[in-house]
């Protein structure tokens, strides 16, 4: 598979160069250059298929020349020790877990993957630096799946709030790999700081750096991989329709599924499920995109106000438009409905849910009600986050007492530098460090 920019389709690139560059020159994002028809690779799998057997055969065909069956092997054997779970409510629902992971996000996926093939790519080939924007639970996702990964250091921009859940053993003084640096300004800061450092290319060559954040399309892609594996986990209980709803914050989940579609997958819809933001509402019903004021809510991973990925999705709807609006439904669900949301599921079919998984559920069951979705199509509803990430939260509602799994990652961690927002100061800690 070759890669273009979301603004020229001109020049093509590997999956490894947009990995390593991470954004062309263009100032566009990577997105792949035309669909790949895997049909044949997932099609003939069966609910006896485990996810890293999934991997291996899927990838080599999307990331060909890049990857050949034993470096995919290698590579899934590496990322993942875990594995998303489909769980079949009733007729019209089931439920993807995408939180068995080690920080219980979603983001553990794409993340994971980006750093076992970052390392098979750049195997016996010197050094690389990867650079995030972090926020806690981005960080330590990164942090744990790059600690200790040959070649590759790992560089954690963090806002003037407390760092959490890194383990120090793994920092770069303490002769690790990771360098978490807490920037005296916002998370826009952080993020700025990253752009302005890839545009810096001396600097990128000399130390050979690419970015972690969403736009590399290294974490985007391999979030195909769950999508596939609900569906051949599904694929014969059930003979009608198939959709699937997504809660949508950067959109880089549904951006996956409508890739995993465009490359083969039987589906039917994507709920593009937003919460009171309501980020792309209008722009996917086909009115120009505006941004809106930002709205603090119960979802906060949802909470974006210019999602990152809005050109990847501008790029489908500029190729397909009236494809796009049969494929794609826009939904926006308020607080009072996500937190009803997360008490009817439990009462309903004892489970528990997050907010961000109660907004894609309520979206769901909004969309079913209506006469061309009604009694023929079974909606999978992602849940992205653990609901134990929100135990005060979900707790207090179901009335029940939820396990802290997630304590450690609230521990606050000292950085190994506290910079203000200022490129020569970032640029200096890195150069000192390596």
Sequence with gaps: MRFRSTHSSEPLVSFKDAVLNCLPPDGGLYVPDKAMDIRQLFLYMN????????????APSLLEGDLN???ASRVAESAFNFAPELIRLDDNYSILNLYNGP??????????????????????????????????????SIAHAFKGRKGIGAVLAYSSESILGLDPAGFVTNGGNIIPIQIQGTFDDCQRLINEVINDRPFVARYNITSANTTNPGRLLPQIFYYLYAFIKIKKQFSGDLAFSVPCGNFGNLIAGLYAWKFGMPVNGFIAAMNANNALGDFIKGKPFIPRPLINT????????????????????????????????????DDELTLRTIEQVWKKYHLHIDSHTAVAFAAAEQMAVREDWKGHIHTIVLATGHY??????????????????????????EPIAVIPPDIDAFEGIIAHCF
């Design 47 to 58: 609910e006896d298929t485990t996810f890293p057997d999934l991997v291996t055969a899927v």
């Design 69 to 71: 069956p034993f470096s």
């Design 103 to 140: 920080t219980g996000l979603f983001k553990d996926f794409g993340i994971a993957f980006f750093a076992a093939v970052l390392e098979e790519l750049q195997k016996n080939a010197g050094h690389s630096l990867v650079l995030a924007a972090a926020r806690g639970d981005t960080g330590v």
């Design 298 to 333: 119960k979802s906060p991973a949802l909470d974006v106000r210019v999602p990152s990925n809005l050109s990847r999705l501008a790029s489908f709807y500029e190729e397909a438009p009236a494809v796009m609006r049969n494929m794609v439904y826009p939904a926006s669900v």
């Design 388 to 413: 134990a990430r929100e135990a005060e939260l979900v707790g207090g509602i179901t009335g029940e007492t939820i396990p802290e799994t997630f304590q450690s990652l609230q521990k606050k961690v």
